[in-house]
């Protein structure tokens, strides 16, 4: 067969196409075209192969890992056939120890000849680990990367570049690849792509389905993803078409506004020159920074956290040397702190209290001071970051930008930072405290309370306290008239 004409379904999908990272994912949501654009970047790969020193034909062989292989026959191995139609030849499956194959072979626009190899591993039937010691690939496929166990990447990232072998001349390109809908926070893929990062992973993040940007629209039929959301439960759409990191089902997340491709992307932001940088702590055994700054146009940078075990000298300590060491150059000044730490000893007035303690370890008077924050009702706390997430500023832009380097904000936001169940299964008015995540969320809810957002949430407060008051004054006198 000749080389397949293929149009990739967006920017994102494409982009994915070209690179050529030693380890390369594709997230999307259902429809986006994910598969077809691994398996059309599984031919432009053969096709940069080196010729064989032997046969002078460009060999490429990838091993498919699904969950189950009936899964792997509905979907994957369907959609391998319809792109290459009777073009291939099938085989193997009669054991255990003998996956599916598929080989297919074309002819490239200079003349040479690549053979194309995809070798199929369900993990209901196959064992990885067993198969791992004698499977020799060019390279690896995760098909729906984010429902296996972390253990497959580890096993198959020592088997690849073994095809073809070295008296063929090796391979040109040998790695891995994935696709997979955004998963929670807790798998395996999160820590991977977007916290450890290692060096040669790349991360392709498609838009979500409804976005204007959405890819592979085109191939879809009419209404396909209102139709999709129909009957869904809000987590389910949050990831399987709104392609946002998802969250635990044990308890509702606190702020369902939130957007990672929104208001963080996965980018790391860099300090801008000439602008203040402040910082808001948390307090108690496990205090915890944030690191912020507020741009001319209202925009609220979180650049960066840190969340320790001690108390206020062990804090002024770390801030001291991660500035020196992370922001060399900026000058900082002190937010607000929690007003509870203000407290001092019953029996000692002249004791420092936890504020004053940071100040002085910091070196930080006057206005460049922490200074308490004007309320530590936890209501206003939470609706000051509530409102700066739905606010956009500039063109378009969050209110609330976040940095991917605020690890343990950026998952909270997600997942981790959710209301408690209680023990009937209600929710309760409170998110739990779970250490760093809740400290550093207590911290950029100081934050949200500068820069008038105190007085937001105390105006609309009181806006909504005049109406209720309006209501009842309102029920009362209809009621005085009915008497009458």
């Known amino acids: 067969m000749q080389l397949m004409n293929f149009t990739p379904p967006g920017p994102v999908a494409s982009a994915f196409i070209d690179d050529r990272s030693a380890f390369s994912a594709i997230m999307g949501p259902m429809g986006s075209g994910k598969t077809s654009a691994v398996i059309f970047k599984t031919v432009r790969l053969?096709?940069?192969?080196?010729?064989?020193?032997?046969?002078g034909e460009r060999l490429f062989k990838l091993g498919v890992v699904r969950d189950t292989l009936a899964n792997m026959k509905r979907t994957t191995m369907k959609s391998i056939e319809s792109w290459f139609g009777e073009s291939g030849q099938w085989g193997g499956g009669g054991s255990s120890a003998e996956p599916?194959?598929?080989?297919?072979?074309?002819?490239?626009?200079?003349?040479?000849?690549?053979?194309?190899?995809?070798?199929?591993?369900?993990?209901?039937?196959?064992?990885?680990?067993?198969?791992?010691?004698?499977?020799?690939?060019?390279?690896?496929?995760?098909?729906?990367a984010s429902l296996l166990n972390p253990d497959v990447k580890t096993f198959l990232d020592g088997r690849t570049g073994r095809y073809p072998g070295a008296i063929h001349g090796g391979p040109t390109w040998y790695g891995g690849l994935a696709d997979y809908n955004a998963p929670d926070t807790e798998n395996y893929l999160y820590d991977i792509m977007e916290v450890q990062k290692p060096e040669g992973h790349k991360l392709f993040r498609q838009p979500g389905g409804r976005s204007p940007h959405a890819e592979n629209r085109a191939n879809l039929p009419p209404g396909y993803y209102d139709r999709?959301?129909?009957?869904?439960?809000?987590w389910w759409v949050r990831t399987n078409v709104d392609n946002e990191y998802g969250f635990s089902r044990e308890g509702q997340p606190v702020y369902s506004t939130y957007s990672d491709n929104f208001h963080c992307g996965g980018t790391v932001l860099e300090p801008v020159p000439g602008i203040l940088i402040k910082l808001y702590a948390d307090a108690a055994l496990h205090p915890a920074v944030v690191i912020v700054q507020f741009l001319g146009d209202g925009q609220m940078l979180v650049l960066d956290e840190i969340a320790i075990e001690g108390g206020a000298v062990q804090?002024?300590?770390?801030?001291?040397?991660?500035?020196?060491t992370k922001y060399p150059g900026f000058a900082y000044a002190g937010g607000f702190f929690d007003p509870a730490a203000e407290k001092r000893g019953e029996n000692d007035s002249d004791a420092e209290n936890w504020g004053e303690t940071l100040n002085r370890v910091l070196g930080l008077k006057g206005r460049?001071?922490?200074?308490?924050?004007?309320?530590?009702?936890?209501?206003?706390r939470l609706d000051a970051v509530?409102?700066?997430?739905?606010?956009?500023?500039?063109?378009?832009?969050?209110?609330?930008?976040?940095?991917?380097?605020?690890?343990e904000a950026r998952k909270g936001f997600n997942s981790t930072y959710r209301y408690r169940k209680r023990a009937n299964g209600d929710k309760s008015d409170e998110p739990e405290k779970k250490h760093p995540v809740s400290d550093v969320h207590d911290a950029i809810q100081y934050a949200c309370l500068d820069e008038g957002g105190y007085e937001e949430v105390?105006?609309?407060?009181?806006?909504?306290?005049?109406?209720?008051?309006?209501?009842?004054?309102?029920?009362?006198?209809m009621k005085v008239r009915v008497n009458k």
């Open 315 to 324: 804090l002024g300590e770390a801030i001291r040397d991660h500035m020196a």
């Open 368 to 380: 460049a001071a922490f200074k308490p924050a004007p309320t530590n009702d936890l209501a206003k």
């Open 228 to 234: 999709l959301i129909a009957t869904a439960e809000d």
């Open 46 to 55: 053969v096709a940069e192969q080196r010729p064989s020193l032997i046969t």
């Open 458 to 477: 105390s105006a609309t407060e009181h806006r909504k306290n005049n109406a209720a008051a309006f209501g009842r004054m309102h029920v009362a006198k």
């Open 100 to 144: 599916p194959f598929f080989k297919v072979g074309f002819k490239l626009p200079d003349g040479s000849v690549a053979r194309l190899w995809y070798d199929f591993i369900g993990l209901d039937v196959h064992n990885i680990e067993q198969l791992a010691k004698g499977w020799e690939v060019t390279a690896y496929w995760l098909n729906e």
């Open 386 to 407: 509530k409102a700066r997430l739905k606010k956009t500023v500039g063109a378009g832009q969050p209110a609330l930008r976040l940095s991917a380097r605020a690890v």
